[in-house]
């Protein structure tokens, strides 16, 4: 569904500013050399992402995993570049092990959240965004919110959805992505002239980004001219 599909996903930069460098005390029996060491490697690994350097940054995350096993920031961050590489299943096994370790990362949730919205498993992907949502540590808060609508959309739940996006925008009134995505739900429910209204919004915020070419596609469907 036109535009829709890239507000599931953030940029990988932005993951890395909620991860920082907050290692946090690991569990399982490792060493105090090993955890430095994973560490370390974490740290190469954070540095190669900035500089575009996936394929080290991968071996740099393995690395700290395998030294590691029970830190679930390094799992997470695996995972979020698994996603963003487009190795969607391997994302969805990394994030699951992160949120085993760590169950009340709020972070980790919404990123599982959204590789299951990757793939399109959408009860998953609902399930994941709750739970990040009843975090008290979750981050983004206005994200989750978003994404938990537009899956919700995708199994037409509609009023649910409505309810989610309508929040996102209560916490950022400036989030494109929810105002578009709250079109797609009140046209889902014929309620045209409402729907238009959000897409005008969605395009007037930023014409040129995906949701704005996107918002001018569905407002000429509605016979409203773009």
């Known amino acids: 569904m036109g ?27 490792v060493t105090e050399m090993q955890r430095l060491q994973a560490q370390n490697s974490y ?24 030294l590691n096993p029970g830190m679930a ?21 990394e994030l699951k092990k992160a949120v085993d370790l760590d169950p009340h990362r709020g972070d980790t949730y919404f990123h599982l959240g959204t590789a299951l919205a990757e793939a399109r498993r959408w009860d998953g992907a609902v399930a994941a965004y709750r739970k990040a949502i009843a975090q008290p540590s979750l981050t983004v808060t206005d994200y989750a919110h978003q994404n938990l609508g537009l899956a919700l959309f995708h199994l037409g739940r509609f009023r649910e959805a409505e309810d989610a996006l309508r929040f996102a925008l209560s916490v950022d009134p ?45 407002l000429k469907a509605l016979g409203d001219g773009g």
């Open 3 to 29: 535009g829709s599909k890239v507000s599931t996903k953030r940029t990988f930069g932005l993951i890395l500013a909620l991860c920082g460098l907050l290692a946090a005390c690991a569990t399982g029996r």
């Open 43 to 66: 740290e190469r690994a954070l540095n190669q992402i900035s500089q575009g350097q996936t394929a080290l940054a991968m071996s740099s995350l393995q690395e700290a995993t395998g």
């Open 73 to 93: 920031l390094y799992h997470d961050t695996l995972g979020m570049l698994l996603l963003d590489l487009g190795r969607i299943d391997q994302a969805v096994a």
């Open 174 to 218: 400036d989030l494109q992505a929810a105002y578009y995505n709250l079109g797609l739900v009140l046209t889902a429910e014929k309620r045209q002239d409402e729907a238009k209204a959000f897409f005008r919004r969605a395009r007037q915020i930023a014409p040129e980004s995906p949701f704005g070419r996107a918002a001018v596609e569905r």
